[in-house]
């Protein structure tokens, strides 16, 4: 079992313009014991970022200067970090975009403050079960993944992954080939099991396909997905 970090000792930014949305994130979380602060806009959220690490990010989409979806590009080009994004817009296409430049989970608006701190909570396990892993090597064909630094090389050239795109093809590689259900990569890897989060998965599967070659992965339709390589 993960020993998880305290509450009080993990550092949260949540972003929104809407005023009265940020607080009320902000003093639900820190009502969960975490420690909180707030930014209003693209460039003060990335400066934010940049200034105070934190552990984590619950990021809107739609702000100004420039959006939510610019502020993950930005911040997962520096230091990856953990992003739950929220979103009024219930289009799915939407919502993968968010996924594919480099965010953990999304919510849409309007949202519940419990279920939102659950996904939180959700999020930093999933981060800690990765740090308290033993540092070992992956080998499948050639895919190299130093677990210990959290690299991935294929063929010899590095991949610059996000925190969850490297989890997620880690678990694909400790079974190479086998095929892993949609329901049982939420569970393990996102710390929960929905099933409308399965897109979640997909665009994921997308990302890893697309910096590490489209072979990569195989696509069992109606099932998930497995590790191929040569």
């Known amino acids: 079992m993960d020993q998880s970090a305290p509450p009080a000792s993990r550092r949260i930014l949540v972003v929104d ?40 990010v619950v990021l809107d989409v739609m702000l100004p200067g420039f959006d939510g979806l610019e502020v993950c590009r930005r911040v997962q080009a520096g230091r990856p970090v953990p992003v739950l994004m929220l979103t009024a817009r219930t289009d799915e296409t ?11 989970d999304y919510l849409t608006k309007p949202f519940s403050l419990r279920v939102l701190a659950a996904r939180v909570h959700a999020l930093l396990r999933r ?62 890897v996102w710390d929960w099991a929905d099933a409308a989060g399965s897109r979640a998965v997909d665009s994921h599967v997308k990302a890893l396909r697309r910096k590490l070659g489209a072979d990569l992965i195989r696509t069992v339709h109606g099932v998930g997905y497995a590790l191929e390589t040569r």
């Open 17 to 56: 313009d809407e005023v009265t949305i940020a607080e009320s994130v902000a003093a639900r979380l820190r009502s969960e014991g975490f420690t909180v602060d707030v930014a209003h806009d693209g460039p003060s959220a990335v400066a934010a970022v940049e200034r105070i690490e934190p552990d984590l």
């Open 94 to 104: 939407d919502q993968l975009v968010g996924l594919g430049v480099g965010a953990d």
């Open 127 to 188: 981060v800690d079960r990765a740090a308290d892993r033993d540092g070992t090597t992956i080998l499948v064909g050639d895919l190299r993944i130093d677990v210990d630094q959290r690299r991935v090389w294929r063929a010899d050239v590095e991949a610059k992954l996000t925190p969850l795109e490297f989890d997620l093809l880690a678990r694909l590689a400790r079974r190479p080939r086998v095929v892993l259900a949609r329901e049982r990569l939420l569970e393990e």
